[in-house]
């Protein structure tokens, strides 16, 4: 690493190569974002979540592995939509303010903050396994594709506890993958799914504590289920996408919350599941 690389206060250096993966592969491990004290703060606000001391609406507080009938403590990928609108004490930490350097170093100044979401596996929850998918299959196609979605390492992740899982190359695909509802219904579960053909690579992609991967909204992703028996593995989301493509999200009422009315399956189009 060059002597001007890596964190300097609320920024983060990313290094030209990286860069260069991250356009060419569609994701990017970025190690070193933030320091054991940062990551100690964000993990006792994320805690509060999990232990549901800070309450969360409807079915922003799900489960991705399964359908919406599981018991909240049988819960395999425990996913909290919308963090920061929960605890609007979140917004601009930390970790939103140098994952804003990095977008705008990877797609341009026009890079703003998104949408957030908490994602764990408890130990052992060797179900936890999340689908195959592209992001933009759960999101409304806008002008302006550019998207830098960060994935925080709260633990140590591993092969052993469920870590992300990219194919490389496939956002430069023009077509985005078929995705269905894995349980036959959207008001069944959130959740889509995408099968891997014969000549997908996948990668999986291990990171500590501190560090964060970035892909892009095609990048074909997912995550094995958790065999550690004492290992969680949670992880803090960031989505960052071009300002026009943010407004005209919110313009036709899509904000990422599980509860809007207007939600997507991209094959189809968009559905008004209320
Ligand atoms: O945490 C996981 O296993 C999946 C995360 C994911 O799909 C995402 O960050 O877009």
Redesign the pocket.
């Known amino acids: 690493m060059e002597a001007s690389e890596g964190r300097q206060g609320d920024d983060y250096t990313v290094a030209s190569a990286d860069i260069e993966a991250f356009h060419k592969n569609g994701f990017v491990h970025l190690k070193g974002v933030l320091s054991e004290a940062e990551v100690v703060s964000l993990e006792e606000e994320y805690m509060k979540f999990i232990r549901r001391e800070i309450p969360v609406e409807g079915r922003d507080f799900c489960d ?1 592995s399964s359908d919406y009938t599981k018991p909240l403590e049988e819960y395999s ?1 425990i996913n909290i939509m919308l963090p920061s609108r929960y605890n609007s004490s979140l917004r601009s930490n930390i970790y939103e303010r140098c994952a804003a350097s990095i977008a705008q170093q990877l797609c341009g100044p026009e890079m703003v903050f998104d949408y957030d ?1 908490l ?1 764990a ?1 408890p130990p052992s929850r060797t179900d936890g396994v ?1 689908s195959w ?1 592209q ?1 933009l299959a759960y999101w409304p196609v806008t002008k302006d594709t550019r998207t830098a ?1 960060f ?1 925080l390492a709260i633990d140590n992740s591993s092969m052993e506890n ?1 870590c ?1 899982r990219f194919v490389p190359g496939s956002h430069l695909e023009k077509e985005l993958r078929h995705h269905g509802p894995l349980h036959g219904d959207r008001d069944k579960s959130h959740t889509l799914a995408a099968t891997l053909g014969d000549t997908d690579i996948e990668m999986p992609v291990e990171i500590c504590r501190g560090d964060v991967t970035v ?1 892009h909204e095609r990048t074909l ?3 094995g289920g958790n065999f550690s028996s004492n290992s969680w ?1 949670r ?1 803090w ?1 960031l ?1 960052f996408r071009s300002k026009s493509a943010v407004e005209e999200e919110r313009r036709i009422g899509f904000t990422h919350s599980h509860n809007d009315s207007l939600q997507v399956l991209n094959q189809v189009g968009i559905e008004n599941v209320a």
Do not use: N, P, T
């Open positions: 991705m990928i979401q994602l596996k999340f998918h992001d979605s994935w469920g992300l892909h992703h997912g995550s593995r992880a989301v989505a």
